[in-house]
């Protein structure tokens, strides 16, 4: 009696992998959103997540779009 094995699926080169100064980039935000939210500095963890996922979807303009720390903490005082 054969046996009856799932084939794997052919796993394909995402964003990072065919850029490597964005995964280098990605590294860098995950240190600092766990390095910010350790320091209880939670909006500025969630901003460098935030960024870290769109390089992740491979959405660089989304990555380049940076709030400011004054716009986190006060968002409704600007």
Known sequence: MPLHRKKRER??????????NYHLEY??????????????????????????????RGDVDGYKTVKHSQDLYYPHAF
Do not use: D, H
């Open 11 to 20: 796993v394909e080169n995402n964003f990072l992998q065919n850029n490597p």
């Open 27 to 56: 590294s860098i935000l995950r240190k600092e959103a766990t390095f910010w939210n350790n320091s209880a500095q939670y909006w500025m963890g969630q901003e460098a997540t935030r960024r870290a996922e769109c390089l992740l």
